[in-house]
């Protein structure tokens, strides 16, 4: 039986547990070769996605995107990043910020498998709809 992507990023990160220096970067170096003796090399971006999944997960951090409308200053980054860590009830936060001018103002906040849609042309396009009914 073949193994799955999945299987491969957790037997890895189940090898590199308690590793640093030079025996985390011959784990690595074995774990590729590996990758090749068995012709997944070419999975290897999807494993490390799943790799760092896992990670995220044993170590209660979560993966948001924030998108504004205008660049945020860090004041404002600090906030949502606490505010995310609260909601997810995680340790840390790893934020991915984007700023896109087509949501006119206000915030979107993805993270885990939840979306907070606080922009402006969301809630004018929810506006217009109620208006129209």
Known sequence: ?????KQYARALFDLTQNQKGAELNKTIKDFARLLLKHNRAVSL???????QNIWNQENSV?????ISAHKLNDKTKEFLDEHIKKLAQAKE????S????????GLII???DRIID???KSK???LKQSIQN
């Open 62 to 66: 979560v993966k948001a995107e924030i």
């Open 124 to 126: 004018l396009r929810s």
């Open 45 to 51: 971006n999807r494993i490390i996605d799943r790799f």
């Open 110 to 112: 993805k993270y885990g």
């Open 98 to 105: 984007k700023v896109d001018p087509g949501i006119l103002g």
């Open 1 to 5: 039986m073949k193994a799955s992507d």
């Open 93 to 96: 936060v790893a934020v991915d």
């Open 118 to 120: 606080a922009g402006f």
